[in-house]
Nanobody, 116 residues
Framework: QVQLAESGGGTVQAGDSLRLSCTYSGRTFNLYAMGWFRRASGAERDDVARIWWSGTTMIADSVKGRFSISRDSAKNTVYLQMDTLKPEDTAIYYC??????????WGQGIQVTVTP
């Protein structure tokens, strides 16, 4: 099993920045990628960013140029840096982890609210 713990959410004003952290623990040796998703109220879950252990990253078009993803392997933590936040970025953000064998793990989610 893998446990994921998200932190860093909160309420900010438009134009501000936030950095979300996702710390992973447990049986992590079979992980090969992690990502961030978000779900706004009344909307479906959207893919935001992913990072593979190879270093390859993916950023969704909707946030490209404003968001970035990184990983600190020494701290077992993946970060989502969010800059120039907009009210439409308001959502619950979820961290997930991919394990060989097609298993996925999900964090509990963390609220990000961006006020105009």
């Amino acid at each position: 099993q893998v446990q994921l713990a998200e932190s860093g959410g909160g309420t900010v004003q438009a134009g501000d920045s936030l950095r979300l952290s996702c710390t992973y623990s447990g049986r992590t040796f079979n992980l090969y990628a992690m990502g961030w998703f978000r779900r706004a109220s009344g909307a479906e879950r959207d893919d935001v960013a992913r990072i593979w252990w190879s270093g390859t990253t993916m950023i969704a078009d909707s946030v490209k140029g404003r968001f970035s993803i990184s990983r600190d392997s020494a701290k077992n933590t993946v970060y989502l840096q969010m800059d120039t936040l907009k009210p439409e970025d308001t959502a619950i953000y979820y961290c997930n982890a991919y394990e060989y064998g097609s298993t996925e793990y999900w964090g509990q989610g963390i609220q990000v609210t961006v006020t105009p």
